[in-house]
């Protein structure tokens, strides 16, 4: 039964082979695997290359963002990688300690992509070590999303810029029973954000332990549980925010923490009425405006790629200037070449300059495999603070604790990597 | 030597019946799909097999009886231990006492439309398990649900059923409910069907009211399909997954958070299968014992 239907697919499959080999050379597509909507739209762009390219087929897989990590690791595990991944920057790490990515640094000097002028942010995120895995495709960061009507209405004529301010204004706007900011508890990138804004790093030794008891992340922590205690965010998770833009409509938040995706859905989604009410403004910091964390997605070329050359060409393609700017029309995202954005009138809009000034101040996240798991674990621990289960102190104790455990492998081999080093050298 | 076991071999296959021909296929899936990757999992169990480990062999190593050491000092494991019993203690009475009583009443002689209600009442069983609960979510939505809209015609002021960490629970119990008691029902009719109506004339002759009706007549009569379907249903509900996963992702604070939801957390999101087929295993033991507690029971009350 198995085998038989086994062989019909092979002679299916080889069916459909031999006739596309009809039209074209012997080349293997070449696979990209994109998500979401980026990935929708990437399709025009390989048709373009594809009709640049004669006998080149380009293959592009969407995956849904929920179930890509899985997927990806899966596909890893199977030896299945596709030639070109566009891989979410806080996902680099890890591929990169799975040894799965292709260092570019080479391919990158002679190629039209112009590395330099990019984000610091985007390409200190591709970057570990001296090797550049991938080359940001296009970059987000968590700011502002607020309503100017309801500001103005509060008694305020720009958003705040450091913590004191905006406290005042979402104090005025968090009343009868509303609530001035949407930050559902369980979403870790704007709390990351606010740790961010501190001198001090999450991670310290190497990223080999947690730094959650430093003054500055204690302080990012503390203004973050307060937020919610002071009823200026609601305690929501995000499974329950189920209707996020008309409640933004209905003007039951006035300020929500949130990416450049939303420039898109906002201008879509929201009532025209409301549509010259909301602007957007760099995330506050304790002393002035704040960093925030430099998110986006790369293009990676497989070491699995059986064509790298090809797999690099089709990533120069997408990602130099023009071509950037081009995607922005197409998708809304953000370029990460800065030289892309006046090219796309994204300088004139306000809603988009507020983005370039806060990516200018963009600061990447730990860049370990176990990022993920200890970022979700830091939401945990905000949300047992505001719940009142446990005091700040000791939940970033147990936070450190949890780091350490997690990270315990990567002490392991980074300690043996040094006595390999050590004993090479000698 | 080499003789000997080609003698033995020989003798085997003499002894070999045609059933077993005809169930080798069936053995040989068995195997490969399910007793070989259980197996692989057990080893994996005692080695710490991570992301690195899968990116280079060299990175893994046998740890022994850590990971299970590990677990059992884990708050989180313990946490979710506590919520999947309380879930299942708590869900599995319900549910079986909403099966039995739906039972009864459509086994009430004079009913009308019976196949109708039957089968309307075996939906929820049918409907796709995701879609039901994503359906429930909006039903259970704090502000515009139709659960607190109704709660509030009767004058109950609204819950918040899913962000509330002593609610949240409750709600998916409520589901889960909703969800499996179309099953046992049917189950629980069948057996209700087979009790003669003379024992109840005879009770009723008896001067036995309603309620020992209940407790002489039908109790006993169901009581062997009662432990059975009781029993599937605890070691069902110790499986939860998807109802929290797709309504609440395991919170508010970790209070929907189960053991199958650790362990897909720990081994699908982050690949830490060894550690992950740890919890898989002790989940195992849970069940095993559980299947235990039914042998001995069914000789007393059955």
Known sequence: MTLTRRATTGLLASVAVSSSLVGCTAKEPLRVWAMGVEGEALGPFAREFERSHPGVTIRVQVLPWSAAHEKLLTAFAADNLPD??????????????????????????????????????????????????????????????????????????????????????????????????????????????????????????????????????????????????????????????????????????????????????????????????????????????????????????????????????????????????????????????????????????????????????????????????????????????????????????????????????????????????????? | MSYDLRRSLLLGLKHLSPGHVFVAPALLILFVFFLAPVAGAFVMSFTDFDIYALADLKNLSFIGFDNYISLLGSPLFWKAFGNTAYFALVGTPLSIAVSLGLAMALNTPGVGLKPVFRTVLFGPYVATLVAAAIIWRYMVDFQYGWVNRGLGVVGVPPIDWLGDPHWSMPAIILFAVWKNFGYNMLILLAALQKIPDELYESARVDGAGPWSRFLHVTLPGVSPVLWMVALLTVAGYFQLFAEPYVMTQGGPAQSTFSLLYYMYQDGFKYWNLGHASATAFILFAILIGISFIRNRSQETFA
Request: with cysteine; aromatic share 12%; net charge negative.
């Open chain 1, 84 to 426: 070109i991944i566009a891989l979410g920057n806080t996902w680099v790490s890890e591929f990169a300690a799975l040894n799965a990515l292709e260092p570019l640094n080479d391919r990158l000097k002679g190629s039209a992509i112009r590395f330099d002028h990019f984000f610091d942010g985007a390409r200190n995120s591709v970057t570990l070590g001296d090797r550049i895995l991938g080359v940001p495709w296009y970059v987000d960061t968590r700011l502002l999303f607020y309503r100017t009507d309801l500001l103005h209405q509060a008694g305020f004529d720009v958003p705040a810029v450091t913590w004191d301010r905006w406290d005042a204004q979402l104090a005025a706007l968090s009343r009868d029973g509303r609530h001035g900011l949407l930050m559902p508890i369980n979403e870790y990138e704007p709390l990351v954000a606010l740790c961010l804004q501190s001198d001090a790093s999450l991670l310290l030794d190497d990223d080999t332990r947690g730094g959650f008891r430093q003054a500055g992340i204690r302080d990012a922590f503390a203004y973050a549980a307060s937020l919610y205690e002071r009823g200026y965010a609601a305690r929501l998770m995000h499974s329950e925010v189920t209707d996020y833009y008309s409640a933004f409509a209905r003007g039951e938040y006035a300020f929500i923490i949130t990416g450049p995706w939303n420039l898109g859905e906002f201008s879509r989604r929201l009532p025209a009425a409301l549509q010259d009410k909301w602007a957007t403004a760099p995330l506050p910091g304790p002393n002035g405006p704040g960093a925030s964390s430099a998110g986006g997605v790369s293009m990676c070329v497989t070491r699995a790629s059986r064509d790298k050359d090809l797999a690099f060409s089709f990533v120069e393609y997408m990602c130099n200037t023009q071509q950037q700017a081009e995607f922005y029309k197409a998708t809304g995202d953000l370029p990460p070449d800065r030289d892309a954005w006046p090219m796309a009138q994204l300088m004139e809009d306000e809603r988009t300059h507020a983005f370039f000034d806060q990516l200018t101040m963009a600061r990447p996240v730990p860049k370990v495999p176990e990022w993920e798991r200890i970022a979700n674990e830091m939401t945990g621990a905000l949300e047992r603070v505001i719940r009142g289960q446990v005091g700040l102190d000791t939940a970033l104790e147990r936070l450190d604790a949890f780091a350490w455990n997690v990270l315990a492998k990567r002490r392991t081999l980074l300690a043996r990597q040094r006595s390999f080093q050590k004993s090479g050298a000698a």
